[in-house]
């Protein structure tokens, strides 16, 4: 148990267009998404949490204008970046918890999505 | 705030032996956990052994151990008979209350023949 799928697993978008991944927990519900970013051979950066039902929480430097996430439901997150540019060319990975905070703190990790901004 | 670090950017093991990756860390906060991930070529995280801090006995999964130090605030990582599969990035990683994981700039491990 406890997969988490994204899509695409890979996107290729010319600058200035808007590009939208989507998180999903396959069998468990997540009250809580995690955004991750990572660049070619450094650590993930964590971009924002997301809960369902709420505004996302955005971490410090995130411009939450141009990483719009939405938790719609409690399977499924989505990142949209707006209006991209080359420098938005990065690795995101989504990550997944179950249960609430407090107790089991694990997150279940996609497989993250390759975006490439020309 | 919450910082982790590991000092050592690649470290290289032949198969069958020991490898120790380290890792420190730092948190105001008294409940945390810890964790190391591996992420291998394929970039797909991979929950590798947790720790809570409230537990003093270090915790193991199979070839994997830690040593959790926790007033010195280390959390190394051991493993055993090492294998050509364990080659990867290996990353440190702490939460808290908030369960927001904090990682540090990964270790690099090559398993040798």
């Known amino acids: 148990g406890a997969v988490v799928s994204q899509h695409p697993s890979w996107v290729i978008c010319k600058s200035g267009t808007s590009v939208k991944i989507e998180c999903r927990s396959l069998?468990?519900?997540?009250?809580?998404m995690f955004w991750y970013r990572q660049f070619p051979k450094q650590s993930l950066m964590l971009m924002a949490t997301?809960?369902?039902?709420?505004?996302?929480?955005?971490e410090q430097g995130v411009e939450k204008d141009k990483f719009l996430i939405n938790h719609a439901s409690l399977t499924l997150s989505t990142l949209t970046v707006t209006s991209a540019h080359p420098e938005d060319s990065s690795f995101y990975i989504c990550?997944?918890?179950?249960?609430?905070?407090?107790?089991?703190?694990?997150?279940?990790f996609g497989p993250g999505t390759r975006l490439t901004v020309l | 705030a919450q910082t982790v670090t590991q000092s050592q950017p690649e470290m290289s093991v032949q198969e069958a032996e020991t490898v120790t990756l380290s890792c420190t860390y730092d948190t105001s906060e008294s409940d945390y956990y810890l964790f190391w991930y591996k992420q291998p070529p394929s970039r797909q995280m991979i929950l590798v052994i947790r720790?809570?801090?409230?537990?003093?006995q270090n915790a193991t999964e199979n070839r994997f151990s830690v040593n959790f130090q926790k007033a010195a605030k280390s959390f190394s990582l051991k493993i055993s008979d090492s294998q050509l599969g364990d080659a990867a990035m290996y990353f440190c990683?702490?939460?808290?209350?908030?369960?927001?994981?904090?990682f540090g700039t990964g270790t690099r491990l090559q398993v040798t023949l």
């Open positions: 990683a702490q939460t808290g209350t908030a369960s927001k994981l904090t």
């Open positions: 990550s997944a918890r179950k249960g609430t905070s407090g107790g089991d703190n694990e997150q279940f």
């Open positions: 069998d468990f519900q997540a009250t809580t």
């Open positions: 997301s809960n369902e039902g709420s505004k996302a929480t955005y």
């Open positions: 720790q809570e801090a409230y537990k003093q």
